[in-house]
């Protein structure tokens, strides 16, 4: 007999928590493309999808050394998502949050700014933290 789909995606759902267990991550936190992605707070506001423009508040450290490389925490930061308008590790891991929610992305270089890095602010092959609160989508 074939599994249903339900039976295979609770079955997947199962295995990424046993996996996630057994690598370290924390409950809220999954693995996609690469991307960590913690949820610090969530909401039942609207979610993000591919080509909404969405507006965020963020702040962008290196994960070698925390070191703080920018931040957009006064004046939003607007983008249409999916689209390569940001690093891939934005595309990815702004995907499906609700307004209101926040999340720690942790990025690594080849969903960022690779091999060249973006001198002098970030090194070559860094890998990015970002908190992310999403505000609004249009």
Not at 4 to 14: M, Y
Request: zero cysteines.
């Amino acid at each position: 007999e074939v599994p249903s789909n339900n039976t295979k995606s609770q079955e997947s759902t199962r295995n990424k928590t046993i996996l996630n267990q057994v690598i370290g991550l924390p409950t809220n936190t999954t693995n996609t493309q690469g991307i960590l992605i913690e949820n610090v707070s969530t909401s039942n506001g609207k979610a993000a999808k591919v080509g909404d423009k969405v507006s965020v508040y963020y702040t962008g450290y290196l994960k070698s050394n925390n070191k703080l490389f920018d931040s957009s925490t006064n004046k939003p930061f607007t983008f249409r998502l999916g689209r390569g308008e940001v690093i891939k590790g934005w595309d990815i891991g702004i995907n499906g949050m609700t307004v209101g929610s926040k999340r720690k992305l942790t990025i690594p270089p080849e969903k960022a700014y690779g091999k060249s890095g973006a001198p002098p602010t970030i090194p070559p092959n860094a890998t990015l933290i970002f908190d992310v609160t999403l505000i609004q989508i249009k």
